[in-house]
């Protein structure tokens, strides 16, 4: 008697069975956000490079003694600051349409980017922080110091703390998710980096640094971990529309 043929069991892969993937992979959604982000600092990097060659205040701007928003300033004259000093910034719409369009491109890249990131209770609170501190951001621009130096001071404030926070939080969340192997450690320190040059510039300690250069010291972690992540997550490849992942359509 002949045997009849065997069908495979079940639970047992097939030639036309497809393969499940492996590695990391992100959403179409996450890699616009990446765009958006780079966008963003990179704009705001370029626009404040070209206000600070167009400043004429005196003495000539210096990135040790000028805070960062002496280059919003709408107005030409004396400015106190740490040491009274005359302020002129010609390009001062430019810097401040750049910092709103950088909160506004952060927020925007908050939404986009959000399943880039473990689904923890964590991760959301860190991207909203970010969101916040992106909110903040956009209160600066439209507040200059010289308009409304109260909404402007808590604006800044916003930004500095509430972003660099979301940035210790978040690194927290990215414990043991492939996709970000290597940068939680290196985002975790970017927020305390960023909290302490905050704590620095509270207590007028800016020896070495000089008042301006404590603030970037606040600002700078903050704006490389948006490039340096964006661009790792451009590296990460996407979801094929469509694509079969162990057998049922994704």
Do not use: K
């Amino acid at each position: 008697m002949q045997d009849e043929p065997q069908t495979p069991a079940a639970d047992e892969p097939s030639s036309t069975t497809p393969i499940e993937r492996h590695g990391p992979l992100v959403h179409r959604s996450v890699h616009h956000a990446a765009v958006i982000w780079l966008v963003a600092s990179i704009q705001f990097l370029l626009a404040m490079a070209i206000v600070q060659l167009a400043w004429t205040g005196h003495p000539a701007y210096s990135l040790a003694n000028n805070v960062i928003s002496d280059l919003g300033n709408t107005q030409c004259g004396a400015w106190p600051t740490a040491t009274s000093h005359d302020v002129c910034s010609p390009l001062h719409d430019v810097f401040n349409g750049s910092i709103v369009a950088l909160g506004l491109l952060g927020i925007l890249g908050v939404v986009l980017v959000r399943t880039g990131f473990p689904t923890r209770r964590t991760a959301t609170i860190g991207l909203a922080l970010i969101a916040v501190g992106s909110a903040g951001a956009i209160g600066v621009g439209l507040s200059p110091e010289n308009v409304n130096l109260t909404v402007h001071s808590a604006s800044a404030l916003t930004a500095f703390l509430i972003g660099n926070l979301g940035l210790v939080i978040l690194g927290v969340a990215m414990f043991r998710d492939t996709r970000w192997s290597g940068f939680r450690a290196y985002t975790a320190i970017s927020g305390l980096v960023g909290l302490l040059g905050l704590g620095l510039y509270a207590g007028h300690v800016w020896q070495g640094l000089g008042q301006g250069g404590t603030e970037r010291l606040i600002v700078a972690p903050l704006l490389l971990w948006l490039i340096v992540v964006s661009i790792h997550l451009l590296r990460i490849r996407q979801y094929a529309p469509h694509a079969i992942v162990g057998g049922a359509h994704t």
